[in-house]
């Protein structure tokens, strides 16, 4: 009798350490957070960079198709690449900010999709107008995380053509 | 007094034109670059004179004494062209330990750009505290290349430096380079924290005018505005490290 309350007492005391440090081992720490997330940023930027090469010029050469298409795979890339980084466990004191961060991240690939189809339909003007929305909201973006010293998962102009 | 009004309205609108700065952090680091140019609409085939300003910051996230920066380079696109055809130049040791206006005395005629600065002064077993200087930038050369003399007086402590900027072409999207590097002996200038210079001269060379710097906003027909990288700038750090970080702005075809 006296065994079977003692292997009970046991297992009752394991499962509570169990439950109080399961969502400590989860929430990672800032820099563990920043540094897992970069792993996972870093191909993603230079696929984008890759993509997106002379993106800008197929524009100001009137190559509406081929911009497209560059704006096609990279707007592939950044839904991918929000989704995966979305999933992963956050700060718990960073909640909030990160939060905002996901928001503009996620206005951000809208802003990617509808650039695509506006050249896709000939609008130049439109997805210009949408590019200058994307880029702003990119800066926004930052501004949300700039405490994180971001290299990768920052927005970069540069990166995009 | 003509140049002068033009020069105030093309700032004035440059002022209204600049959008907010970007930041980016390294470390404890905080870099801000911002600037912009005016008038924004431009031709779309040749170049039409413009003002361009740029702003810069470095501070700390936790307060500590900002390091000191070595080197500085500031990039603008290929689409800006610089000329200094025709345009008198200032040796640096004319304006060497001399004030503001002294400088200008002895130099006006190569006057490009002014402007302000904030740097710290870190003594030991003191608070760091700030000193504020007014620049003003000189058409020049350096070694036979072109250059942009600087000129920065700071009155409290009283202190003058002048600092040459090398004008550099490279390959990449900032065709145009402004590199100087910082020694030691430059005291407290070198753990700078902000500064800000606006660069607008028209001039004319045989019978014909001319701007220190122009651009063109080359886009199609059916394009009436693009984003374009403005502006790069990197700092090198006394520890080695090298920071930089580029603005993106817009310009828009007449």
Redesign the interface.
């Known amino acids: 009798m006296s065994r079977t309350i003692t292997i009970a007492l046991i297992s009752a005391t394991a499962l509570a350490i169990a439950a109080t440090a399961a969502p400590a081992a989860e929430a990672p720490t800032r820099d563990e957070y920043v540094a897992g997330l970069e792993k996972i940023c870093k191909p993603d930027a230079e696929a984008t960079q890759r993509a997106m090469k002379g993106a800008r010029g197929d524009i100001r050469a009137e190559r509406f198709d081929a911009a497209a298409k560059k704006f096609a795979k990279a707007t592939a890339i950044f839904s991918a690449n929000v989704k995966e980084i979305s999933a992963e466990p956050r700060p718990t004191a960073d909640a909030e900010r990160l939060r905002k961060w996901f928001t503009y991240l996620k206005r951000q690939e809208s802003y990617l999709g509808q650039i695509t189809a506006q050249l896709r339909q000939d609008h130049p003007t439109k997805a210009l107008r949408l590019i200058q929305r994307f880029i702003h909201t990119g800066n926004q973006a930052n501004n949300v995380v700039i405490a994180f010293g971001f290299h990768w998962c920052s927005f970069e102009f540069s990166r995009y053509g | 007094m003509r140049p002068l009004l033009v020069a105030m309205a093309v700032l004035i609108g440059l002022t209204a034109a600049t959008a ?1 700065g ?6 404890n680091l ?1 870099v801000t670059l911002d600037g912009g140019f005016a008038p924004r609409a431009l031709p779309r085939d040749r170049p039409a004179p413009v003002a361009v300003e740029l702003k810069a910051g470095l501070r700390t ?1 936790d307060h500590t004494p900002v390091p000191r920066v070595t080197g500085v380079e500031l990039g603008i696109p290929r689409q800006g062209v610089i000329s200094t055809r025709g345009l008198p130049t200032c040796k640096p040791r004319r304006i060497r330990n001399t004030t503001t206006a002294k400088a200008l005395e002895a130099c006006g005629p190569a006057l490009i750009g002014s402007g302000r600065m904030v740097a710290q002064v870190k003594i030991p077993s003191q608070p760091a505290f700030a000193v504020h200087a007014r620049l003003l930038a000189f058409n020049g050369r350096v070694n036979g290349r072109r250059a942009v003399i600087v000129h920065g007086l700071a009155l409290r402590p009283p202190s003058v430096v002048v600092l040459p900027f090398l004008i550099e072409r490279r390959p990449g ?1 900032f065709g145009t380079v402004f590199s100087a590097r910082l020694p030691d002996n430059l005291g407290p200038w070198p753990r700078f924290a902000r500064f800000e210079m606006s660069f607008y001269r028209r001039y004319t060379f045989r019978g014909r005018e001319r701007s220190y710097i122009s651009a063109s906003c ?3 027909k ?8 403005f502006a790069k700038a990197s700092l090198t750090l006394a520890d080695g490290r090298q920071i930089s970080m ?3 702005r ?1 310009c828009r075809a007449q």
Do not use: C, D, W
Request: positive net charge.
């Open positions: 907010h970007e930041r980016r952090q390294h470390g905080i996230s999207k080359p886009l199609p059916r394009v009436p505005f693009a984003p374009f990288s580029g603005i993106a817009t």
